[in-house]
C-alpha cells in the first residue's frame, strides 16, 4: 500500500496537476495563515496571509473562497465568499508572502480603525489593505460595511464556522457556484459534485473547520470539503460530521472554536505535522495573540501558550520543531528587574542579535540591533505592559516586561 501511494505521489509530482475528488490540484501557492474568526469584533481583526513564489505576479484568477458548511443552512455546499487575490500587476513580497487586511471608517464621525496588524507586517509582504466604510466598527457582521475598496470580494467579515476555505484557480469569479447538490442544498451530502463548473478549477490548498453546533437529533449536520478536515469531537458527534471522500480528518477535541489556522514553516501537506490549529488563549488580544494552553485546544501540543505570532506576520511560521528550538532560547534568557523604570538587563547564555520591543497594540517602539551591557534603554516608554522580542542567530524568544 506504501509503495502504491508512493508511485502515486512520483506520478503527481511529474505531471501538471493531480486529482483531489474531482477538483484537479496544482502546487507552489498555500494558505499560510488565516485568522477568520477572531475574539471579539471581525471588521478589522480577521487577517489572511497566502504564501507564493517570491515577487511572482498573483494570478488575476486566483481566489481564496469559503464554501458554507453549515447543515441547515440552505447555502450549504456552495461558495459563500470569493475574494479576487490578483489584479495582473500585483506581486507576491519578495518573501513569497501576500497579506490581505481590513481598515474601517465611521461614516457618522470619519473616525478611522486601521487594522492592528498593519505596523507589524514584514514590510517584504506585499499588503492589500481593504477600506471599509460603516457605522459599526465593533461589530461582527457584514451588515455594518456599506462600502469596500478595492472591492475585491472581501468585506471583513469571513464566514465562520463551519466552513472550507479553498485557494483556487477559476476563470471567472466562482461565487455563488455550488460543489456539493444540485439546485439548493436538500441533496447536499458532503461529497465534492463530480461535475460542475468546479472540476476546471485548479486547486492549490484548502482546509475546513467543522464545529458541533449542527449535531443535535434533528439537525442535518456539519460539511467540510477541505484537504485536510479539523472537526469538534470526532468520536462523539462523526455520525453528524461529513466530509468529502479523501480528506484527512483531524479531531479537535474541543467545545470551543478555533480562532488560527495556520501552516508550520514551508510545509505543504496534510497532516497535524504540516498545520496548527488553535483558540485564543485566556489572556489574548489583538494582535498579539497567544495560543490557549489547553491541550485539547491546540493542535499540535508544542504549540501550547504560543504568544510568538505578533512576530511573524507577514512571514513564515515557526514549526514544531524550530518552535522548540525557540523554547530552548528562551528557557536561557532572564530580564531583570521586571519591573523596571530605566533599564532592563538582559543575561543570556548565547549571543543575542536583536532587541525589539512592541507595544499591546503591536506597534514596534524599541529597535536595538546592540545592547549596552546587555542593558535595553526603555526610558522612554510610557508606563504599561509590553513585549520584548529577542533574536538569536536561529531563535526567537519573547518576554513580557513591565515599565513603571
Given at each position: 500500500m506504501k509503495k502504491t501511494l508512493l508511485f502515486i505521489a512520483l506520478i503527481c509530482s511529474s505531471l501538471v496537476y493531480c486529482q483531489f475528488d474531482n477538483i484537479p490540484t496544482g502546487t507552489g501557492i498555500y494558505i499560510n495563515k488565516l485568522i477568520p474568526s477572531p475574539s471579539g469584533s471581525d471588521l478589522t481583526n480577521e487577517y489572511i496571509e497566502i504564501r507564493g513564489t517570491a515577487n511572482a505576479i498573483v494570478s488575476s484568477n486566483l481566489y481564496l473562497i469559503s464554501i458554507e458548511g453549515d447543515g441547515d443552512s440552505s447555502s450549504r455546499g456552495k461558495?459563500?465568499?470569493?475574494?479576487?487575490?490578483?489584479?495582473?500587476?500585483?506581486?507576491?513580497?519578495?518573501?513569497?508572502?501576500?497579506?490581505?487586511?481590513?481598515?474601517?471608517?465611521?461614516?457618522d464621525d470619519n473616525s478611522f480603525t486601521a487594522s492592528p496588524y498593519l505596523s507589524i507586517i514584514s514590510s517584504s509582504a506585499t499588503v492589500i489593505e481593504i477600506a471599509l466604510t460603516g457605522t459599526d466598527v465593533s461589530s461582527s457582521s457584514s451588515s455594518a460595511?456599506?462600502?469596500?475598496?478595492?472591492?475585491?470580494?472581501?468585506?471583513?467579515?469571513?464566514?465562520?464556522?463551519?466552513?472550507?476555505?479553498?485557494?483556487?484557480?477559476?476563470?471567472?469569479?466562482?461565487?455563488?457556484?455550488?460543489?456539493?447538490?444540485?439546485?439548493?442544498?436538500?441533496?447536499?451530502?458532503?461529497?465534492?459534485n463530480t461535475t460542475g463548473d468546479h472540476t476546471s478549477w485548479i486547486l492549490y490548498d484548502s482546509y475546513a473547520y467543522m464545529d458541533d453546533d449542527d449535531v443535535d437529533s434533528g439537525e442535518n449536520g456539519e460539511f467540510g470539503y477541505g484537504q485536510i478536515v479539523?472537526?469538534?469531537?470526532?468520536?462523539?458527534?462523526?455520525?453528524?460530521?461529513?466530509?468529502?471522500?479523501?480528506a484527512t480528518v483531524i479531531d479537535f477535541p474541543t467545545t470551543s472554536d478555533a480562532n488560527y489556522i495556520l501552516r508550520q514553516g514551508t510545509n505543504i501537506g496534510y497532516t497535524i505535522d504540516d498545520w496548527v490549529i488553535s483558540a485564543n488563549g485566556s489572556s489574548s488580544s489583538v494582535p498579539n495573540w497567544i495560543?490557549?494552553?489547553?491541550?485539547?485546544?491546540?493542535?499540535?501540543?508544542a504549540f501550547n501558550g504560543w504568544d510568538g505570532i505578533n512576530a511573524v506576520y507577514g512571514g513564515l511560521n515557526p514549526t514544531a520543531a524550530s518552535l522548540s528550538i525557540d523554547d530552548v532560547f528562551a528557557s536561557k534568557v532572564s530580564i531583570y528587574p521586571n519591573p523596571a523604570q530605566e533599564f532592563v538587563t538582559i543575561s543570556s547564555s548565547v549571543e543575542i542579535n536583536k532587541a525589539e520591543v512592541y507595544n499591546?497594540?503591536?506597534?514596534?517602539?524599541?529597535?536595538?540591533?546592540?545592547?549596552?551591557?546587555?542593558?535595553?534603554?526603555?526610558?522612554?516608554?510610557?508606563?504599561?505592559?509590553?513585549?520584548?522580542?529577542?533574536?538569536?542567530?536561529?531563535?526567537?524568544?519573547?518576554k513580557k516586561i513591565i515599565k513603571n
Open positions: 461558495v459563500s465568499e470569493a475574494i479576487s487575490l490578483g489584479d495582473g500587476t500585483r506581486t507576491f513580497g519578495s518573501n513569497g508572502m501576500l497579506v490581505v487586511i481590513a481598515n474601517y471608517t465611521d461614516s460595511v456599506d462600502s469596500q475598496v478595492p472591492d475585491i470580494g472581501y468585506d471583513g467579515n469571513l464566514i465562520d464556522a463551519t466552513a472550507t476555505y479553498m485557494l483556487i484557480s477559476a476563470s471567472s469569479n466562482p461565487k455563488g457556484l455550488r460543489i456539493d447538490g444540485t439546485s439548493d442544498s436538500s441533496d447536499a451530502n458532503g461529497v465534492i479539523f472537526a469538534q469531537d470526532v468520536a462523539q458527534y462523526s455520525a453528524k460530521h461529513f466530509t468529502t471522500t479523501s495560543f490557549s494552553t489547553s491541550s485539547t485546544k491546540v493542535l499540535p501540543a499591546l497594540l503591536g506597534k514596534r517602539v524599541i529597535n536595538s540591533s546592540k545592547l549596552s551591557n546587555n542593558n535595553l534603554d526603555i526610558s522612554s516608554l510610557s508606563k504599561g505592559v509590553y513585549m520584548l522580542k529577542l533574536t538569536s542567530e536561529n531563535a526567537l524568544a519573547t
